[in-house]
């Protein structure tokens, strides 16, 4: 059989083997509208609302971020249409303080949590875990559908807080008490704190369900011969993702109702010896710096669940473009694990100028900069996976390139920052807001786009236009490094981050041409991701019909289903696995799926 | 106006740009896919090189324009920054290595190993020596980073010498308090229920403890260090997480209320000298707070002045204990008749 099957050739390769199966069968139940499209309990289905709901999401924080970059470049100006539309958040067309700091609030949490963790990991791994392992559905389709309900809540409670009396949370997407605790601290200290707090203890029911869920069908689920070295990285990655998720999201709930507790019910978890808007409170013995202990005991594991399933999908698409196996397979799954242990080791870095004791702090240094040799171990293996390939530039694989050069980047500035003696300097500067921008959201934002363009054929049967794919990656590439690298700079001149208005100072008032520079580019690379959601929907309708079901020559299992797979995945009976997922290349053969035996005189080395 | 104007623009932008998607797409549907497939993969390869060389140019670029503005390595006002932008300029060294080196193969490969009919896919799944050596270089590499900068780190953490001043610096929304032991050099006890600003005690002194006595309070001015006298900061916070961000020290520690936190260090350069040095007559020692604390915390501004021992000494003389100034009558140096007068001019309106 010779397969010189190039992208747009045939690939039908569902072979059909005597497999035994359980009693599975394809669902023929009928499907009102509502059970296909709304309470689904299709995995596709499901990915489809996450992602739709991420990219609402995304279209919210992201127009957040615009308007704080207008008060940050153009200080001195005033646009009397915020007023129009924000009234007295933005009286006389200048962003008032709380309004502020309240939009950087909400654009932290949506991005980090709604956006990079429902909207990605959400999305993909209920795309792809039943897809790429052979299964029909997740092990348990209800308990998926009640993470993105749960997700949906969390969702509806957040947005009603930006239209409350007194204001979303204003606190900063980390909502340290005692200023997140007590209603005098400010008008983002009242009730649109409760409900930040609320809505993201749905969204943590949501995440655990969800990563509860992945778990028990990548081990349980997997079709025959699938074992888990035979897994595409993204399996692993969305495996670790999830473990990680399931182990640390609830110590943050914890810390969100003590929190409550001590807003609502008069405890001291956080509270000690306060004086605040001339009122002295009763409250003694709490620890403020116990909360951020539990927060970040999630938060520092937060950013590897956002840059796991993005660090996965990357390896996929760059070994199936390349048309070259991913090198070192078994070194990247175990820098994946590496960095799942690491990741839980590490969350006081974030708090090196607490008062924490400076022993203690020696581990944290080590350990945080441990992280450096199995994420250098990544790079350096997408580099030789490039290296002597046959590269496809589809828009998927111009944002893994992208992924890989900003997570460099943006790695990178990470040893500056882990290291406690710089940190001591650099610690809540423009640094760190430029430093893990690059690393953690564009970064991951280009893991995403990647996934989205590499399996929206997938997802919708259709390709998304893809010169309006190209236009959008180069803007965005060059949009990002205009606006966070220069930032860099800030930092290293001690701007510290959350000032608003630096004309008071005297070491800082020294980048107003930077500022206005970076937020002209900021509105231009807000508005490609609008035409690139434009791009997502009109091509969900009338993009370019995918007519073959193996667009890209690829191994893994999902092109093994028909192009519009049904709920059940596959007609007939599910594949049988009989080789690892990155055969690219091998014995002159450009592609070999998975689903192919081992032949009789093929190099036994993988 | 311009508002509409440029809303406007860009939706026309938006338009023309996905007419001309929509056309390609059509284009390439008659050209044969295929064709215009390798004829993009040709033209994002080429972008990919050319990103990467005016990439570098604008690394370079950058630098020039605003190498000039950062707080430069070794231009650090105290001992302790000295250690962090020694360990700054080892980091960046390190790191600029490693950036150039991979994001330049990064690109290049991706540009020499576009597609092309005449190669074929190397198959190259794994070698476990260039595993081994790129997990072993940067452990060896991270070990002397971590060494260094643990070295640097219980510098710098490390206990305050015993002749160390000491201020006592207490966050509050948005303003900075200072507090010096006065001449017993013992800051007096004090306690938040204590805390009565109408009572001139805005700190909460405890005045049973005979050590708040001479207490200087000031609040509103600079706060006064000596140069080459190694400090110690006491930092507390009345009321949210505050920080002391120290920039030209290189220096930061949070303020957290009912958890007091440390920091020592010694200033090596006096204002005067940093206004030499900087060719700023307008320099001044800024005290930023760097921990958000409510609508305030942009402006939640201190300033410090760094001075020779005679010039503290003689802005000290001029200090009163707050002491002084909630017992009037407790003043040696107070005049009674002064004392009524003022009492008399508080009471009666002017």
Request: hydrophobic share 45%.
């Amino acid at each position: 059989m010779s397969n010189e099957a190039n992208i747009h050739g045939h690939a039908e390769v569902i072979t059909h083997h005597e497999v035994h199966h359980d009693e599975h069968h394809v669902h023929h139940h009928k499907e009102t509208f509502i059970t296909k499209y709304i309470f689904s309990q299709d995995h596709k289905t499901i990915g489809k609302q996450f992602l739709i709901t991420g990219i609402i999401w995304a279209i919210i924080g992201g127009l957040f971020s615009v308007l704080f970059r207008l008060q940050l470049g153009f200080p001195e100006q005033t646009f009397p249409i915020l007023e129009t539309f924000f009234g007295k958040w933005a009286k006389g067309g200048v962003i008032q303080p709380e309004f502020y700091y309240a939009l950087v609030t909400i654009h932290g949490t949506v991005l980090v949590f709604f956006v990079l963790t429902a909207g990605l990991s959400g999305t993909f791994a209920n795309l792809l875990i039943p897809l790429q392992i052979g299964a029909r559905d997740m092990a348990s389709p209800f308990l998926n559908m009640l993470s993105y309900w749960f997700f949906f809540i969390a969702s509806v409670i957040m947005f009603a807080s930006l239209f409350v009396h007194t204001g979303p949370a204003s606190g900063g997407w980390t909502v340290y008490p005692p200023l997140s605790a007590l209603h005098q601290a400010g008008d983002g200290s009242k009730i649109g704190m409760d409900l930040w707090l609320v809505s993201m203890a749905m969204f943590i029911v949501s995440s655990l369900l969800g990563g509860l869920n992945y778990i028990a069908t990548i081990l349980n689920m997997r079709t025959k011969g699938m074992s888990m070295t035979r897994m595409p990285l993204t399996m692993w990655a969305i495996l670790f993702t999830a473990i990680l998720g399931v182990l640390s999201f609830p110590v943050l709930l914890s810390g969100a109702i003590l929190l409550l507790f001590d807003r609502n019910l008069g405890t001291s978890f956080y509270l000690s010896d306060i004086y605040i808007a001339g009122q002295i409170l009763p409250n003694e013995g709490g620890s403020a710096i116990l909360f951020q202990h539990l927060f970040w005991f999630l938060g520092h594991p937060e950013v590897y669940i956002i840059l796991l399933p993005a660090m996965g999908m990357v390896s996929e698409i760059l070994s199936v473009n390349s048309r070259k196996p991913i090198f070192g397979y078994m070194a990247m799954v175990g820098s994946l694990f590496a960095i799942a242990i690491l990741a839980f080791l590490v969350w006081a870095h974030h708090m090196f100028v607490t008062g924490l004791n400076p022993f203690l702090g020696a581990f944290f240094v080590l350990l945080t900069l441990l992280i450096a040799v199995p994420s250098a171990i990544k790079v350096f293996n997408w580099i030789t996976t490039l290296w002597r390939g046959n590269i496809r530039f589809t828009p998927a694989t111009l944002f893994a390139i992208g992924f890989v050069s900003l997570f460099i980047s943006g790695g990178l500035t990470g040893l500056f920052l882990g290291n406690s003696t710089i940190d001591i300097h650099l610690h809540d500067t423009k640094f760190v807001v430029a430093h893990f921008h690059i690393v953690m959201g564009v970064a991951s934002m280009f893991g995403m786009f990647a996934g989205i363009y590499h399996w929206f054929p997938k997802m919708f049967g259709r390709f998304l236009n893809h010169t309006l794919g190209y236009i959008h990656f180069w803007v965005t590439i060059i949009g990002a490094y205009l606006i966070f690298w220069p930032m860099h700079y800030e930092g290293l001149a001690g701007v510290p981050r959350r000032y608003l208005d630096l004309r008071d100072w005297h070491a800082f008032n020294k980048f107003d041409d930077l500022n206005k520079m970076i937020t002209v580019v900021s509105i231009i690379v807000f508005a490609m991701q609008l035409m690139f959601v434009f791009n997502f929907f009109y091509s969900i309708f009338k993009g370019r019909k995918v007519r073959t079901s193996n667009p890209w020559g690829s191994n893994t299992l999902e092109w093994t289903t028909p192009i519009n797979p049904g709920h059940g995945n596959w007609p007939g009976e599910i594949p049988e696995v009989h080789r690892w997922a990155y055969d690219y290349g091998k014995d002159g053969r450009e592609f070999i799926p998975q689903t192919e035996p081992v032949g009789p005189n093929e190099t036994k080395e993988h | 106006m311009t508002t509409t104007f440029i809303i406007l623009i860009l939706l026309l932008g938006f338009l023309i740009t996905f007419q001309i998607a929509k056309a390609s797409e059509y284009v390439s549907v008659m050209r044969g896919e295929e064709k215009s497939r390798k004829q993009n993969n040709r033209i994002n390869a080429f972008l990919l090189l050319t990103f990467l060389v005016l990439g570098l140019i604008g690394v370079y670029y950058c630098n020039e324009r605003l190498g000039g503005k950062i707080l430069q390595f070794g231009s650090s006002a105290s001992n302790h920054g000295i250690d962090v932008d020694n360990m700054m300029y080892i980091t960046l060294v390190i790191t600029a290595i490693v950036f150039f080196i991979t994001q330049i193969a990064l690109f290049w490969f991706a540009y020499k190993y576009q597609e092309s009919d005449k190669r074929k896919a190397y198959y190259y799944p794994h070698n476990n020596k260039l595993e081994v050596i790129w997990t072993a270089i940067p452990a060896i590499v991270l070990t002397v980073m971590v060494g260094f900068g643990l070295y640097y780190w219980f510098r710098i953490t490390g206990e305050a010498p015993k002749d160390a001043m000491v201020v006592e610096v207490t966050g509050s929304q948005f303003k900075w308090e200072f507090r010096y032991p006065g001449k017993d050099k013992v800051l007096g006890k004090k306690f938040y229920k204590a805390i009565d600003e109408g009572a001139n005690n805005p700190l909460g002194q405890l005045w049973d403890d005979p050590a708040n006595h001479d207490d200087i309070y000031v609040t509103g001015e600079d706060m006064h260090l000596v140069v080459n006298k190694p400090v110690k900061l006491v930092i507390n916070a009345k009321d949210v997480i505050h920080d002391v961000g120290l920039s030209h020290f290189r220096l930061k520690m949070d303020a957290v209320p009912g958890t007091p936190t440390t920091m020592w260090f010694t200033p090596i350069k006096t204002t005067a000298q940093m206004k030499k040095e900087n060719n700023d007559p307008d320099f001044v020692y800024e005290l930023s707070c760097d921990q958000m604390c409510g609508q305030g915390h942009f402006k939640m501004r201190g300033t410090i002045v760094v001075e020779s021992q005679e010039e503290f000494d003689l802005w000290m003389a001029k200090q009163k204990p707050k002491y002084y100034l909630a017992f009037p009558d407790k003043d040696p140096n107070a005049p009674k008749t002064d004392t009524t007068t003022t009492k008399i001019a508080a009471i009666m309106p002017q």
